[in-house]
């Protein structure tokens, strides 16, 4: 017996026997063999008969598998199959031949929605006129059709449409889009639109529908073709790698959600068989039904958003499309690029360690680039040489901008094929997410002109959006908030926003809804260590003669110090700007107190005045000189000492305790004590008060003794006084909760969106209350069965309230997304493109107003004071722009007037710079910046934000960021610099 033989024997035997024994048609296959005996083929004959074509097909391939074969066997056993019409059967006995796993989902979830509406489609089809046409399309033989066309004329049209669909089912894959185009030729849209849930195979007007992959055909027409480095392993497959394809489309036993796990899945660098290779095993992807029902439209070429619940699996279904898009792509003879956007640089890793490269490394070229990523090779160039990309939207952003520029490498939208943006709510005002698909919308624009004119338009991707919730963008009707999806999907150039709605009891199922509780604490009796904070303001309220709009210890109070102070700086008043500085630490002071203990609040004010100390008070480190201390200066401090004391003792008695600390307490306890395996996250607002809360657990015995295992989760943007979380020790914290090293969280809102975090069972928001997309991407986490989602808040904030707000909202979005739906689709497109106009025509506006004022200003001009002394800095055209981002002054004049302090948390590298420490005034320790090393060369970066600008007119003005500054600096000549900086070595 040949190769061949052998394996195809072991194919029936041991992997595809379940499968097989649903997909053969006994008789018409028979006619067809001559290597089994005639008295075997009249056994097999009678079964059918009496017990039905499954029974006979089980006994064929026994008879195959357990009696004598000669050589060539299979070779006429394919043959026989395809001759008798069970192509697709002949595929799973042929090694060369074997239907990839997606064929297969598509294919199972099809054969499912034919089984789920057979009831309606027996009673209104029919039989004869579908049969014919099914024929026609080479879906049925013409056997099948002759027996279909008796069977209604012996036993009538609902006897007939059943064998139909039984016959249709074992068809080759690709059936399930000429069937629909079969339905709507004979009369029944009804039912076509029933097995889709939504018109998504109509063809738009002036489209017709084809056979070759246009709108109105599944992915699953085309013959999938399989990764050519790839054949040959799949030729030769392995019993160890081929038992999950066991589960075949027919066998209703199997549960083809076995092989999704979540989104959290994780991965060991060396796969199972030991080889330490590219770190990722070769992975099926099976989509649950409610997951392919909304991934039908992207699987068409259409461009989506699909709108799943956090844990319900997105980003699978974004991996199960990407990869039917490059094996259509590779099908058409068409080149296939992969974009992966995200907004935060964790998420890169993220996705390509738990998703992308899991399921796709072994396929294709997978690559990762965000600005933690050290490229040896230009992003144009990882562009070209990779299949799937994932990097954060800044640097696809930057790239396409380069693109305009002749001594800049960049990339187009049209090096793409598919394009995903994940968290795709943010596809909106002045986000880089929106800042590229106006790039896309502008070009696409473009194409219909050039199409009118009968010119080549330029490739665009397809565009797939994913998000939890795209939001109400704060409408107060429902009107604007079906505005707001309608811009969203605008924004997206979205066919269709996509929601689950046949399946939706399967959702329930994968992702419950928490029960939900609120925790609210009595306002506190007595604070005197809040009110020893308020006596200290309003002392220095006297000493500036300032009179606050707003009651301390409150947002309104924070906005006005901020003015305050910009106010001062601009007026060069120094005594009233640093006394809105040390009002804004005192302010903090006293939020930070009703939110955590009251020696965590002392703490924050005494780390400050610590780092006063050392900038105003002390000698100069290198120089030994003393400093030049200002009256304003020595009132603020001695202020705080006289009152250290006393704050300290106060912050030390429990009794003054914040109440809302108790309730949190109590919430904890009463969860881990509950739950057997408790798993939560607590969202707070500050990095301080994550950080402080994590201490409070770790000092608290009791928390200890349930079983607590605490730690914190901050951003990673830099902050002068808590220091960032770096992406490798977020992931250290994520890693650690997912294993149970680590069972309870305290996370900033970094952790509500996109991270991938293991299931929860316990959500807490402390006092924290934004918006409806924050509320349920939070509410998201706690995904595990009997979840609870809890509130805890002080009586009369307003939390509670809020909280009440944003469920109203999201009862408003699900409403408005299903009215937009449900749109005709003339009036759907034409909002759409109305929509995308607009946004075209604003955007020109704005930046023709902005190019005018940029044209107005001369760098040479303006002067940049120091916002510590007023002592002038430096001029506008001594400062240059690095990548369009990095303000940098490297004249020598400007190297005598700062020095450099070591900053750790700064220390990091990023795509192609350093940057190792701050940089700060000489005479008065301001903080300037930081300094970063770029291609080995020291270049001072300075932050607007800590300098008043003189203007021309002699106006003064604080920003605080260099884009609201008007003006056009010189870009960064770093040859010229190199030059220059080593002939002046030379000289010396």
């Known amino acids: 017996m040949t190769t061949a033989d052998e394996n195809g024997l072991w194919l029936i035997r041991d992997c595809f026997m379940n499968t097989l024994k649903h997909l053969i048609r006994v008789e018409p296959v028979l006619d067809f063999i001559t290597f089994i005996q005639p008295e075997d083929k009249e056994t097999i004959r009678r079964t059918a008969k009496e017990k039905g074509d499954i029974s006979a097909a089980e006994l064929l391939l026994q008879t195959i598998v357990n009696k004598p074969r000669s050589d060539g066997w299979l070779r006429e056993f394919v043959t026989a199959l395809e001759s008798a019409g069970c192509k697709y059967a002949a595929k799973y006995v042929d090694p060369s031949e074997l239907p990839p796993p997606s064929l297969e989902a598509t294919n199972d979830y099809c054969t499912r929605l034919i089984e789920l509406l057979a009831p309606d489609l027996v009673d209104k089809m029919n039989a004869k006129d579908v049969a014919f046409r099914c024929y026609a399309q080479n879906i049925l033989t013409q056997e099948d059709k002759e027996k279909i066309t008796a069977e209604v004329t012996n036993s009538g049209n609902t006897s007939g449409a059943r064998l139909l669909l039984k016959r249709i089912v074992q068809t080759e894959a690709g059936w399930f889009s000429n069937f629909l185009e079969v339905l709507r030729f004979c009369k029944h849209e009804d039912l076509a639109e029933q097995l889709t849930g939504v018109n998504i195979f109509e063809p738009e007007e002036g489209q017709t529908v084809e056979e070759d992959g246009k709108p109105g055909v599944l992915v699953a027409d085309q013959e999938p073709v399989v990764n050519e480095e790839q054949s040959e392993q799949d030729n030769s497959i392995s019993l160890d790698n081929e038992k999950s394809l066991n589960n075949s489309l027919a066998d209703n036993d199997s549960n083809p959600e076995e092989s999704i796990g979540d989104e959290s899945g994780n991965l060991d660098a060396t796969d199972e068989g030991g080889t330490k290779s590219t770190g990722f095993s070769e992975l099926d992807i099976r989509l649950r039904h409610y997951q392919m029902e909304v991934a039908l439209p992207a699987l068409e070429g259409k461009n989506i958003i699909i709108c799943l619940p956090t844990g319900s699996g997105k980003t699978r279904v ?499 997304i299903a009215k937009v739906q449900k749109l005709p689709r003339a009036e759907y497109m034409k909002k759409i493109l109305g929509f995308q106009m607009q946004s075209i025509v604003e955007k020109k506006v704005q930046a023709k107003k902005k190019q005018q004022k940029v044209l107005h200003e001369d760098p040479s001009k303006l002067k940049f004071l120091c916002k510590g002394c007023n002592r002038l800095v430096c001029s506008g055209e001594n400062i240059e722009v690095i990548e369009d981002s990095h303000h940098v002054n490297v004249t020598e004049a400007f190297k005598e007037l700062f020095v450099v302090r070591e900053n750790k948390s700064l220390q990091k590298r990023l795509l192609d710079y350093q940057v190792n420490g701050d940089i700060e005034c000489k005479h008065c320790t301001q903080t300037w910046g930081t300094m970063m090393l770029h291609r080995g060369v020291e270049c001072p970066c300075l932050g607007i934000r800590h300098f008043v600008v003189v203007h021309s007119d002699k106006d003064t003005k604080t920003y605080n960021k260099w884009n609201e500054l008007k003006t056009k600096f010189t870009s960064f000549d770093y040859v010229e610099h190199v030059s220059l900086a080593g002939s002046s070595s030379d000289d010396d």
């Open 318 to 816: 974004a991996v199960y499309i990407t990869r039917e898009h490059l094996v259509k792509m590779k099908a058409n003879e068409t080149p296939g690029k992969v974009v992966v956007l995200v907004n935060k640089v964790p998420l890169v890793e993220q996705h390509y360690r738990t998703e992308f490269g899991k399921f796709l490394k072994h396929l294709y070229k997978v690559e990762k680039v965000s600005g933690d990523s050290q490229l040896k090779i230009s992003f144009s160039d990882v562009v070209k040489k990779t299949d799937i990309l994932i990097c954060t939207a800044q640097i696809l952003e930057n790239s396409l901008s380069n693109a305009n520029k002749e001594d800049e490498e960049g990339v187009l939208l049209s090096d793409f094929s598919l394009m995903i943006i994940d968290e795709c709510h943010h596809t909106q005002k002045a986000g880089v997410y929106n800042n590229i698909m106006t790039r896309y919308i502008n070009q696409k624009m473009k194409n219909m002109r050039l199409r009118k004119e009968n010119k080549k338009e330029m490739p665009l991707p397809q565009i797939l959006g994913l998000t939890a919730s795209p939001g109400v963008g704060g409408a107060r009707k429902q009107s604007k908030a079906e505005e707001h999806i309608l811009k969203i999907c605008a924004n997206l150039d979205a066919y269709k926003i996509m929601t689950v709605q046949k399946n939706a009891e399967e959702l329930g199922e994968k992702v419950k809804e928490p029960y939900k509780t609120f925790a609210i604490a009595e306002e506190r009796r007595e604070d005197p260590f809040g009110d020893v904070i308020k006596r200290i303001m309003q002392e220095i309220h006297r000493h500036c003669t300032m009179h606050p709009s707003s009651d301390p210890g409150t947002q309104n109070y924070e906005q006005w110090a901020v003015q305050k102070e910009k106010t001062a700086a601009k007026e060069e008043n120094q005594r009233d700007r640093v006394c809105a500085e040390h009002l804004r630490k005192y302010n903090d002071t006293l939020q930070l107190n009703d939110t955590i203990r009251m020696a965590d609040a002392f703490d924050y004010v005494k780390n400050f005045y610590k780092e006063v100390e050392r900038k105003k008070f002390q000698p100069d480190e290198e120089t030994g000189a003393e400093r030049e201390i200002s009256e304003t200066d020595r009132v603020l401090f001695n202020l705080f000492r006289d009152n250290q004391k006393e704050l300290e003792e106060l912050s030390r008695k429990p009794e003054y305790e914040n109440e809302k600390l108790a309730q949190l307490r109590k919430t904890i306890l009463e969860q881990f004590t509950r739950k057997g395996e408790a798993r939560g996250i607590i969202f707070t607002k500050t990095r301080q008060s994550a950080i402080a809360l994590h201490q409070w657990i770790k000092d608290n015995d009791k928390f200890d003794e349930v079983g607590v295992k605490a730690n914190y989760l901050i951003g990673a943007g830099h902050n002068s006084i808590v220091k960032p979380m770096t992406p490798a020790e977020q992931r250290d914290v994520i890693e650690k909760f997912r294993t149970g090293e680590i069972n309870l969280i305290v996370a900033t809102t970094v952790a509500e969106e996109g991270l991938d975090i293991k299931q929860c069972n316990i959500v807490i928001r402390y006092g924290l209350v934004t918006n409806e997309i924050a509320m349920v991407q939070a509410r998201g986490r706690a995904r595990a069965d009997e979840s609870t989602y809890a509130l805890v808040a002080q009586e009369g904030t307003g939390v509670v309230e809020r909280e009440s707000v944003n469920s109203f909202r999201e009862t408003m979005m699900n409403k408005a």
